[in-house]
């Protein structure tokens, strides 16, 4: 594989649809690191990973992948590329053993070694029917494909969402366990920002079509804190001090994006550490400014 | 390419099954009807009509077991579209040429099966209703697999299009409607220009004055359409008969290439949306 320094890079990518656009967006997914990208609902997560993945196709952008252009080296890229979805995208009367098969005759770097050895990790049955498996079967067997043709780069769309905690906490395991490698990278949505804050290296905030913020995960937590002040003091913080604050009849808490800054220009306020949940919550708040 | 079309086949696999028990099924019953025909109560019936019933089994084991053996040739491109295999097929390292060529590579190595089988049939048929072997019926079971082959490329084409299998039925129902109103509408108008000869506009005259011209002329309206069948229709079909060496090929392969075109576009601009 050649050198590069980034395995995504999307740089002005723009998708256009009735109510919604995503909006000139720029990121990178640096080598060998963990990206949690982050947003609420409709806040152009899957839009942008569908365009990576070739699904749909940007109005205007560019996608580096690799350090080459998606565009102009699509099936060399795919080769290196594995997805996976909330969704078993695969039909149900197949199996484990004909998905082998069949994958095995796709990917040049399958291997039904691998495959096998996940399925007795995760102990999935190799014969029973996709329509008998449950919501974790089936991702753990999402994950066992994904992980068998010595990919580079793991694209998931909310893959975590609505799985038990033992099972979210064996997933983020094995993607560790995949990181090892200093190759391989991951890009994963999610609405679960506790599991990005346990594993990310960096994380892209995106809230209507449009990024927010993007960077390391602990320069992003680092920067920002939340500010707890009394109703009373709550006017005397400059609006542009700021990105938005929660007021209650008692208290205000507000975040700001320079906790230093911050700390500095009003000392006697208590800031904390802010969580990933809590900058998302805020930031998607920021034209209200003030909210309940 | 080749993993595409291992999952077509697992996937339609149950189908052909069935299709292939349907298919005995049907032999068997024209195997018992023709032994009715020679042993059993078919055959105390007079007027030739034993030899009719033999022949008529004969000729549906034939023809009509090969056409159940045809419809064998399937894909399921609503099950993936349903399952949400489409999606996940844009993830892998292959063209949308290639995704679509798996399909249509499978639908010809069913063909292929489902021919060699129909001929398996053909010479049991053969055996047993005590006829000699025509080669021409080769060539005829043939040409129904082909012609179903290229039906149901142009279906696919119209499900890549429609995306639901709902549009895809409202397109392909207004597809055969519009042939068949412009078939009867043609052959309306070709009609009326056959009889213009004799004289008589079917637009402009009612029976009763088209029975008088027929009268004046000495013929009856049955021998008019008759004839018309015979001078006419027949002229086109033999000429069909004697040119259908490059042009049903030139057809099934012009329609099937199109039908792939349509399919690889129609994939591609799904991408774009």
């Known amino acids: 594989m050649a050198d590069y320094e980034n395995a995504i890079e999307i740089s002005g990518l723009t998708k256009k649809y009735d109510g919604f656009t995503l909006d000139n967006i720029s990121f990178n997914v640096p080598r060998g690191s963990i990206m949690g990208f982050i947003g609420q609902n409709g806040a ?12 749909i196709r940007p109005d205007s952008g560019s996608i580096r992948i690799f ?19 909330d969704e078993l995208p695969f039909h149900e009367q197949l199996n484990a053993r004909t998905l082998d098969k069949m994958l095995r005759r796709i990917f040049s770097g399958w291997s039904s070694e691998v495959f096998g050895s996940y399925l007795e990790r995760f102990a999935l049955p190799s014969k029973k029917p996709f329509s008998k498996f449950s919501k974790g079967m089936k991702m753990k067997l999402q994950i066992a494909a994904a992980l068998s043709h010595g990919s580079k780069l793991l694209i998931m769309d909310e893959a975590t969402t609505g799985l038990d905690p033992v099972v979210r906490n064996e997933i983020l395991d094995i993607f560790m366990e995949y990181l090892q490698d200093e190759d391989n990278s991951i890009l994963m949505s999610s609405h679960i920002t506790s599991d990005l804050e346990k594993i990310a290296d960096c994380v892209t905030f995106i809230d209507r079509g449009r990024i927010l913020l993007t960077g390391y995960k602990d320069d992003i937590l680092e920067s920002h804190g939340i500010m707890k002040l009394g109703k009373s003091d ?26 230093a800054a911050a700390e500095k220009k ?14 998302m919550i805020y930031y998607v708040n920021r034209e209200k400014k003030e909210w309940r | 390419m080749k993993g595409l079309m291992i999952k077509e086949l697992y996937l339609t696999r149950k189908f052909r099954i069935i299709t292939l028990v349907v298919y005995l099924i049907l032999a068997m019953l024209c195997i ?9 109560n078919i055959a105390k019936l007079s007027g030739g009509i034993p030899d009719k019933v033999s022949s008529w089994m004969y000729y549906i084991m034939v023809f009509g077991g090969a056409v159940i053996l045809f419809a064998s040739v399937t894909d399921c491109i609503i099950p993936d579209e349903k399952s949400g295999f489409r999606v996940f097929e844009h993830t892998l390292p ?15 190595c ?5 021919t060699v089988l129909a001929y398996i049939g053909l010479l049991i048929a053969d055996l047993i209703f005590g006829r000699e072997f025509n080669a021409k019926y080769l060539l005829y079971i043939l040409a129904i697999g082909c012609v179903m082959y290229t039906v149901k490329a142009m279906q696919e084409a ?14 392909t129902n207004v597809f055969f409607t519009a042939i068949y109103l412009g078939a009867a509408f043609g052959l309306s108008g070709w009609m009326n220009s056959y009889y213009n000869s004799y004289g008589i506009d079917l637009y402009d005259m009612n029976e009763a004055e088209r029975e008088a011209a027929l009268d004046a002329l000495g013929i009856g309206e049955g021998q008019v359409i008759s004839r018309f069948f015979q001078d006419e229709v027949m002229r086109v079909v033999r000429w069909l008969g004697d040119n259908s060496w490059w042009l049903i090929p030139t057809a099934l392969l012009g329609l099937t290439a199109i039908s792939f075109f349509i399919s690889v576009k129609a994939l591609k601009r799904r991408g774009a949306k």
Do not use: M, Q, W
């Open chain 1, 44 to 55: 152009g997560k899957s839009t942008t990973i569908n365009s990576l993945l070739g699904i």
């Open chain 1, 67 to 85: 350090g080459k252009d998606l565009k102009e080296n699509e099936t060399e890229i795919k080769r290196d590329i594995s997805a996976v979805f």
């Open chain 1, 234 to 259: 709550y006017p005397s913080v400059a609006k542009e001090d700021f990105i938005s604050a929660r007021v209650t009849d008692h208290s205000a808490e507000l975040l700001v994006a320079d906790r």
């Open chain 1, 266 to 279: 009003y000392s006697g306020a208590v800031i904390d550490t802010a969580t990933l949940d809590d900058i």
């Open chain 2, 32 to 40: 018992l009807v023709k032994l009715s025909a020679v042993y059993g």
């Open chain 2, 94 to 108: 292959l063209s949308e040429r290639s995704i679509v060529g798996a399909v249509y590579l499978t639908n010809l």
């Open chain 2, 110 to 114: 069913c063909l292929g099966v489902a």
């Open chain 2, 158 to 171: 119209v499900t890549y299009l429609a995306r639901r299998p709902g549009a895809a039925t409202l397109v």
